[in-house]
């Protein structure tokens, strides 16, 4: 939390009133703790004059809004596991000082969270006196626009020419009957010399037919003599209509996706808001250029990689799209598959009333998980998921990570790329047509690396448990479970092999 925001809290805990009559503070900063890593502090703790004990958050400007609602799905069932806590007795409020990130998330969660649930607008000034609190009205989106997962990206290296082509890519946009659509404009801000072309435009788009409707497909099909086939990605169909239209001159075109978008973003690339068509230019006042962001990158679902999710099984329609959106994170981790598949039957069918978040991030690319861990220390590649499960008969949270059974690989680096990935160039080109998931458990397996769930039940509470959950696999033989970093620092040959071997193929990579 920054000052400004210590000050507001601060002052608020001395004022609760001006939030409602009757409030009396039970604690700031209030430690819940857990034993298995699902602890956290929550900013004020209250009793209003009701008895419900109320959850007030201040939303801390560098945290994803997503990642803010799954910590308040974390405290409330902190809450009621470590202080026994009926759900009705609960209650939380989430202040800040802007809404532009939070809105359509946060306006999405309250159709989920089992407790009462507000938002408030806070105005404050810089010594954190809190002038004035009023309440969000939750946003209603009758036809919410559905960004699609293949993008283009045009890359330049002069930032005025790509300046200069941005209305060729929206004209032809419009000639191709894409009305809803964005761009960024990108720029490289970082020193890998791998980056020639530093400037880009991303075209991001949301596809004007209901792919699910044949009659409605057709009928567009039949209106604008589109050449259509049956592809995976049915939106690559207008990006190829957009490439037939387009009269621009570009250094370079790729097509994107979300997890492109995303790597680019954390690789030095920043991203502005060029342009914006049909609803997108409508919405400008309510989809900002973070939420466009946000949803290009689609971290709330659509994404290959990554998911953040707030839902609940007593909202079918819903339910089926977060564990579709699962399935496609997931998917090439067997381990995690089998289990989290039982987790979420046994939610549905005796728990079916449970408000479910989870944060999960799982990029299936052993290979670099071991080469950025040994090279550099950095264990931002390590897969690892939380799901926290509440409902009014129990309090659950499942952590998922990698571990390490013992068992040390008798080959090196290099051997292991050629036996597992067809050698470093099948590396890289099973990487980069996104199939890197087909090998992750032999990998894996192979060196001994096991992916593993820890349920802690009633996290915080005197009665808090935790086990050890593993796929069911008959007459399996589970050696001990230890930290991945313990391999790291235990397989020094085979590790600096695949380093130097990757190195040797792709400078920068590594």
């Known amino acids: 939390m920054n000052q400004h925001e210590s000050r507001i809290r601060d002052y608020l805990c001395q004022h609760l009133e001006l939030i409602e009559s009757g409030m009396l503070l039970v604690q700031k900063e209030y430690k819940i703790q857990s034993e298995n890593g699902a602890g956290g502090s929550i900013d004020i703790l209250a009793r209003d004059f009701y008895g419900h004990f109320v959850i007030i958050e201040i939303k801390r400007s560098n945290q994803a809004a997503r990642a803010a609602l799954h910590e308040l799905t974390k405290y409330i069932a902190l809450l009621q596991s470590s202080l026994g806590i009926q759900t009705e007795k609960i209650r939380v409020l989430l202040l800040s000082t802007e809404w532009h990130e939070l809105a359509v998330p946060f306006s999405e969660y309250l159709k989920s969270v089992e407790v009462a649930t507000h938002g408030f607008w806070i105005d404050a000034n810089q010594e954190g006196v809190v002038q004035e609190i009023r309440p969000f009205i939750p946003l209603t989106l009758a036809t ?5 997962r293949v993008q283009n990206i045009y890359f330049f290296r002069d930032a005025d020419d790509r300046d200069s082509a941005l209305k060729g890519i ?14 960024f404009a990108m720029d490289y801000g970082g020193e890998s010399p791998q980056v020639i072309h530093p400037h880009a435009a991303y075209f991001v788009f949301s596809a004007p037919v209901d792919y699910e409707n044949p009659d409605s497909l057709q009928e567009f099909i039949d209106a604008t003599e589109i050449d259509w086939e049956d592809l995976e990605e049915p939106g690559e169909n207008f990006l190829c209509w957009l490439g037939d239209r387009l009269s621009i001159e570009y250094d370079s075109m790729e097509i994107g996706f979300p997890e492109k978008l995303n790597s680019m973003m954390s690789g030095g690339w920043s991203a502005q808001i060029a342009h914006r068509g049909g609803r997108y230019t409508d ?20 994404a290959g990689l990554y998911l953040y999710r707030t839902c609940s099984p007593r909202f079918k329609s819903g339910w089926g799209i977060f564990k579709n959106d699962l399935s496609r994170v997931v998917s090439g981790c067997s381990a995690w598959e089998q289990v989290i598949a039982g987790i979420l039957q046994a939610i549905e069918t005796k728990r079916p009333d449970a408000t479910v978040s989870i944060y999960m991030y799982n990029p299936t690319d052993i290979v670099l998980t071991i080469a950025k861990a040994s090279a550099h220390r950095d264990y931002r590649f390590l897969p690892s998921f939380q799901l926290i499960e509440s409902s009014p008969t129990r309090v659950c949270t499942y952590l998922g990570f990698l571990a390490w059974t013992g068992s040390t690989p008798n080959f090196l680096g290099d051997e292991f790329l050629s036996r597992y990935f067809d050698g470093t ?17 032999a990998a894996c397996s192979a060196l001994g690396l096991e992916s593993i769930v820890v349920e802690v039940l009633n996290p915080g509470a005197p009665t808090e448990s935790a086990r050890l959950l593993r796929r069911q696999v008959r007459n399996a033989d589970h ?12 397989n020094e040959l085979f590790n600096k092999s695949l380093v130097r071997t990757l190195r040797s193929f792709a400078f920068g990579f590594v």
């Open 425 to 441: 160039e099948g590396y890289f080109l099973t990487m980069n047509f996104g199939e890197l998931y087909t090998r992750y458990d």
């Open 170 to 183: 929206v004209s032809a946009a419009n000639e191709a009957s894409i009305l809803d659509f964005f761009i």
């Open 283 to 302: 919405n400008a006042g309510l989809l900002t250029e973070a939420i466009l962001l946000a949803q290009a990158r689609q971290i709330e679902g659509g």
């Open 144 to 148: 919410p626009l559905k960004v699609e």
């Open 479 to 490: 050696q001990p479970t230890l930290p991945f970093e313990q391999f790291i620092a235990e």
